[in-house]
């Protein structure tokens, strides 16, 4: 149970990475609220302490069994999960302004880079995971009398079926790509492999290469 709780934290610290070398592919870092190199820093550092925090503290509480600490295990869960809704969600805010700021103002490099596919994948991926944690924070104020917690269907679409969503987007559009169009190499895609050049390089974006068979 611990586990399915913390895994949005591990998704959301990719999504915080990829979001900082899209700053760096288009070249603009004017359109943030905070400075890039904060940025990626301040929330996976949010999102370690938040996992050490539900774990160790919480997590730690309830495997007890403890009727007398059962209670502040939960409220430890609650407001770690609440901390993680309002940080995330600022995060969001972060995205749409930048992306807004970008439409209006865009750089040289912008134009041939993806970046609008990229950040609509991370906003998509981001929408899934606030209401995932909206979702969790509902299940552990109702208890475990509540709706959610006495009907297992809502785990699977509401937790697990939210995350295998996830997992399918950032297959179909692999952050791998925005790193690579940092520094040049391969990047899969489906059934091909695909040589990305680094930009300013000369090298065609998306150059398609069959995959290798063994």
Sequence with gaps: SLGILLAPALFAASIYIEFGRIILLVDREAHL???????TKLFVSRDILSFLYDAKIGGGILARQDPSTVNTGK????????????????????IVSFWVRMRKAPT????????????????AAGGI?????????IEYIQGATGELQTH??????????????LML????CHPSEVGLLLTGGKVAK???????????????????????RK
């Design 169 to 172: 987007i950032f297959h179909f």
């Design 108 to 123: 040289i490099r912008s134009k041939d880079m993806p970046w609008k596919k990229h950040s609509t994948v991370l906003l």
């Design 75 to 94: 409220a430890i869960i609650e407001i770690g999960l609440f901390i993680q809704v309002l940080f995330f969600g600022f995060f969001l805010i972060n």
């Design 33 to 39: 609220f905070i400075k890039k190199k904060w940025l």
């Design 129 to 137: 995971i606030l209401g995932r944690c909206i979702y969790r924070i």
């Design 190 to 212: 489906l059934l091909s492999v695909r040589t990305v050049g680094k930009y300013g390089s000369g090298v065609p974006l998306m150059d398609v290469e069959p995959r290798s």
């Design 152 to 165: 297992e269907i809502y785990l699977y679409i509401l937790d697990a079926g939210f995350m295998l969503v």
